[in-house]
């Protein structure tokens, strides 16, 4: 329970800063499929959501689209046996050509470690992926979670500490997304193909319904109805940090926090591991952080 006490209050200490409250799931967010696999807290600041079948699952939208800024919250994950189970929390736009930012927890056997899977799509062009192997287990309490979209660069946070940028290089060539409106999403879902070694084990069907709970989302964005109506200028967009820090890089401590992630926990790195006979692409030699 201290983990999460801490988890906690890094979340609502970020709120403060910023002058936000955690919002409400049932407020700001709707379930678009399979609600019955969903529950509330009383207050509203708390959600289940539940796999119940190879074909069941359940997702979670934020009612409002938005042009950067930041989304978090707090998520446990499903406990013991959850491999071919996938939990995910990220952004994406909707339509062609779409832009998407993630984190995906790629379940596993009891005692096995999960996967935290990231990786960013622009114009529709993804392949960026980063994977690490989280330092604490994340189906024993709450831990916090966070994307920061800005004009300047995208940042993966866990628990506050920075565990991968990706950098605005759209002047040299490199796909960033800056234009297509973004919604928030959350989902559980079966993918025994491929989430757990390589798909070679299949999920537990016994052990269902597989169960991931959140709390306390922080939603501090640039909203819109459309991308006409977007506010490209808000305070939002810089919310993580500050405008500072998002253009010019992150500070020493945060660069040697996510150096030392990636160092003993990251397990996947595109730019290092390409497969297939692919080059890395060119922003891989460019610096990130």
Partial sequence: MESSRRALLLVAVAAMAIGLASAS?????????????????DDGHGLTMSLKSNSSGCLLQTKKQFIYGSVSTLIKLVPGNSAGTVTTYYTSSVGDDHDEIDFEFLGNETGQPYTLH???????????????????????????????????MIVWYVDDVPIRVFRNYRDKGIAYPIKRPMFGYSSIWSAEDWATQGGRVKADWSKAPFVAGYRDMVLDVCPCDGADSC??????????????QNCAGLTDQQRAKMQEVQK??????????????KKPGPECSLPQY
């Fill in 264 to 277: 003993t926990h990251r397990i996947y790195d595109y730019c290092v591991d390409y497969r297939d006979n």
């Fill in 118 to 152: 990231t990786n960013v799509f622009a114009d529709g062009v993804g392949k960026k992926e980063m994977q690490f192997v989280p330092w604490f287990d994340p189906t024993a309490d709450f831990h916090a979670y966070t994307i920061s979209w800005t004009p300047c």
């Fill in 231 to 244: 506010v490209y200028g808000c305070d939002g967009a810089f919310s993580h940090g500050g405008r500072q």
């Fill in 25 to 41: 799931f049932r407020d700001n967010c709707d379930i678009k499929w399979n609600p019955e696999n969903a529950a509330f807290s």
